[in-house]
Each structure stands twice: as structure tokens, then as C-alpha cells.
């Protein structure tokens, strides 16, 4: 059974904060866990002691930086609630900090690989053309794979080469998409998706076989099944395409802040994990043109 104090923090979330039902889910296991974690104790008593000694349990328990730090950010999102309701006086996590997180650089593909994954679905009929389309949306627009699931005929905008994505937050933005992409997606719509559309099939752009949209799972799978078609031996997934998608835009001279744009984060922090892109290139140019490089 839920605890009280979770489902309304939960319910705040969702009413007043606007955020995805994804991060939703993720505060709910975090928040729940440490106040399994507190016992018979209640959390509104807790002190910034048990919340250091959850977060050592957590590292106990194998989980990576990343995953003790958002835990962290929930647990600090649930104790300004209690505030904000006069439920507690004050926050307890305000003075912890949040663990550093060593900054890995996103897994991307080269453009070759690229190339050897978009022709990767290969033979007749809706499914691979589907499949086609879907692929070159991944890499044209830098969409994560919620986007991708949730985009409708409507969305698209072909005649204008762009395309309305919905992100975190219910926020949107307009994506342009290129030439290989709108040719693979007109393809797909004259002769791919009529023939999976039944009388009762949604305005989402990809379907499955019985006409339904196309989940963020089986999505996921298809990514994965085409990789390994590919040849590929990285661990490849629809995030991976947004990777090299920023990654690429970057080597070929983009700015960072409409990297940000296009990819959709609130934070040019965010975007900042790209700019090791900016350096190779720098450094590249450096060695091939100084006369001492």
C-alpha cells in the first residue's frame, strides 16, 4: 500500500509540476524506498543523518553515482513539498550535497555506422518502410524514443521539412528534419502505413501490426533488432542515435545553443556534455594547420 504522504507528493507532481509521467515513476521509486528505508519511523521527523545514511545504503546496494544523485534530487523534491504543505519546518536535505557525477561521454556512432543502420531494414511490404522511416526520424530529429512513439500525422509538416515534438513536461518544439528523412517518412505514408491503419487506428504516426501506435518498448526492440543486423557490436538504442545526432551536428560546425533547442533541454548544462565534440575538432584543426602541431 502506498504510503499517504507519497501519493500526495505524487499527485502534487503530476497536478502543479507538469513533469513526465517517466520522472513521475522515478521519484515514486526513490521517495519510496527511503521511506522504506526509514521503517516504523515517520518521514516527516527525519533528519539530514538518515537521508545521508539511505544514500550510503543505496551505494551499498551497487547503484551508480547517478542513480544515489537523482535519488538525492527526489528526496529534496519530497521534503520542499512537506514544506510547502507546513508539514515540516524545514527541508532536511538543505545541506547535503549533491554526489558528484563523473560525466561519461554519451555512446555515439560514427556516420558510417549511421549509414549502416538506416539500411539496415531491407525487403518488401509496410513493415520495413516503417521501420525505415522510423530510424531516419531518430537520427533526422534527435528525438528521444517517448518522442518518436508519441508523433502523429499531424505533427509532420513535410512540405516545410519539419516536424512538432513533444517532450519532458508536455513541452514542445519544431525539429527540422532532412531530406533522407522526409523521403523514408513520404514513402512510409504512401505505401507503408495505409495498409497497417485499421478503422479504429489512433493519428500516431507509427503502427503496428494491428494498426495500434507503436510503444516506447517495441520501439526500443526494433532499435536493438536492427542494430545487430547491422553488425553493430555497441550497445546501441534509440538514445544512441540522439547522441551521435548531437554529436554529429557539432563536428559539422553547429552551435551549442541550437544543439539545445533542437534536442529540447531546459538546462544548456544539459547540452554541455557535448562539447567534447567542439574539442577533438579544435584540437584537430590545431594539429593540421599550426606549424608546431
Given at each position: 500500500?502506498?504510503?499517504p504522504l507519497?501519493?500526495?507528493?505524487?499527485?502534487?507532481?503530476?497536478?502543479?509540476?507538469?513533469?513526465?509521467a517517466?520522472?513521475?515513476a522515478?521519484?515514486?521509486?526513490?521517495v519510496?524506498?527511503?521511506?522504506?528505508?526509514?521503517?516504523?519511523?515517520?518521514?516527516?521527523?527525519?533528519r539530514a543523518?538518515?537521508?545521508?545514511?539511505?544514500?550510503?545504503?543505496?551505494?551499498?546496494?551497487g547503484?551508480?553515482?547517478s542513480?544515489?544523485?537523482?535519488?538525492?534530487?527526489a528526496?529534496?523534491?519530497f521534503?520542499?513539498?512537506?514544506?510547502?504543505?507546513?508539514l515540516?519546518?524545514?527541508?532536511?536535505?538543505?545541506?547535503?550535497?549533491?554526489?558528484?557525477v563523473?560525466?561519461?561521454?554519451?555512446?555515439?556512432?560514427?556516420p558510417?555506422?549511421?549509414?549502416?543502420?538506416?539500411a539496415?531494414p531491407?525487403g518488401?511490404g509496410?513493415?520495413?518502410l516503417?521501420d525505415?522511416?522510423?530510424?531516419?526520424?531518430?537520427?533526422?530529429?534527435g528525438?528521444?524514443?517517448?518522442?518518436?512513439?508519441?508523433?502523429?500525422?499531424?505533427d509532420?509538416?513535410?512540405?516545410l521539412?519539419l516536424?512538432?515534438?513533444?517532450?519532458?513536461?508536455?513541452?514542445?518544439?519544431?525539429v527540422?528534419?532532412?531530406?533522407?528523412?522526409?523521403?523514408?517518412?513520404e514513402r512510409?505514408?504512401w505505401?507503408?502505413?495505409?495498409?497497417?491503419?485499421?478503422?479504429?487506428?489512433?493519428?500516431?504516426?507509427?503502427?503496428?501490426?494491428?494498426?495500434?501506435?507503436?510503444?516506447r518498448v517495441?520501439?526500443?526492440?526494433?532499435?536493438?533488432?536492427?542494430?545487430k543486423l547491422a553488425?553493430?557490436?555497441?550497445n546501441?538504442?534509440?538514445?544512441?542515435?540522439?547522441h551521435?545526432?548531437a554529436?554529429?551536428?557539432?563536428?559539422?560546425?553547429?552551435?551549442?545553443?541550437t544543439?539545445?533547442?533542437?534536442?529540447?533541454?531546459a538546462?544548456?548544462?544539459?547540452?554541455?556534455?557535448?562539447?567534447?565534440?567542439?574539442?577533438?575538432?579544435?584540437?584537430?584543426?590545431?594539429?593540421?594547420?599550426?606549424?608546431?602541431?
Amino acid at each position: 500500500m502506498q504510503h499517504p504522504l507519497l501519493k500526495n507528493f505524487l499527485e502534487y507532481l503530476a497536478a502543479e509540476c507538469g513533469v513526465s509521467a517517466n520522472t513521475i515513476a522515478a521519484y515514486r521509486r526513490d521517495v519510496g524506498r527511503f521511506i522504506d528505508f526509514l521503517g516504523s519511523a515517520d518521514a516527516r521527523s527525519a533528519r539530514a543523518e538518515d537521508v545521508e545514511e539511505f544514500l550510503t545504503a543505496e551505494k551499498r546496494r551497487g547503484l551508480e553515482v547517478s542513480s544515489i544523485a537523482r535519488a538525492l534530487v527526489a528526496v529534496r523534491m519530497f521534503y520542499r513539498f512537506l514544506a510547502s504543505e507546513g508539514l515540516v519546518g524545514e527541508a532536511v536535505t538543505a545541506t547535503l550535497e549533491t554526489p558528484k557525477v563523473w560525466k561519461r561521454l554519451p555512446d555515439c556512432l560514427e556516420p558510417g555506422e549511421v549509414d549502416k543502420l538506416l539500411a539496415a531494414p531491407k525487403g518488401p511490404g509496410p513493415l520495413v518502410l516503417r521501420d525505415r522511416a522510423m530510424l531516419e526520424t531518430f537520427y533526422a530529429s534527435g528525438a528521444r524514443v517517448a518522442e518518436v512513439a508519441g508523433v502523429r500525422v499531424s505533427d509532420l509538416k513535410l512540405d516545410l521539412s519539419l516536424v512538432l515534438l513533444f517532450g519532458k513536461g508536455s513541452r514542445e518544439r519544431v525539429v527540422p528534419l532532412g531530406r533522407s528523412a522526409i523521403h523514408a517518412i513520404e514513402r512510409y505514408l504512401w505505401d507503408g502505413r495505409g495498409r497497417l491503419a485499421g478503422p479504429g487506428s489512433p493519428d500516431a504516426l507509427f503502427l503496428g501490426v494491428r494498426g495500434a501506435a507503436l510503444s516506447r518498448v517495441h520501439i526500443w526492440r526494433l532499435v536493438k533488432k536492427y542494430a545487430k543486423l547491422a553488425g553493430m557490436r555497441k550497445n546501441v538504442h534509440p538514445h544512441t542515435l540522439r547522441h551521435s545526432f548531437a554529436t554529429h551536428l557539432l563536428a559539422g560546425g553547429a552551435d551549442l545553443r541550437t544543439v539545445q533547442e533542437m534536442l529540447g533541454h531546459a538546462s544548456i548544462q544539459t547540452t554541455q556534455v557535448y562539447t567534447h565534440v567542439d574539442r577533438n575538432r579544435l584540437k584537430s584543426i590545431h594539429h593540421r594547420y599550426h606549424p608546431r602541431g
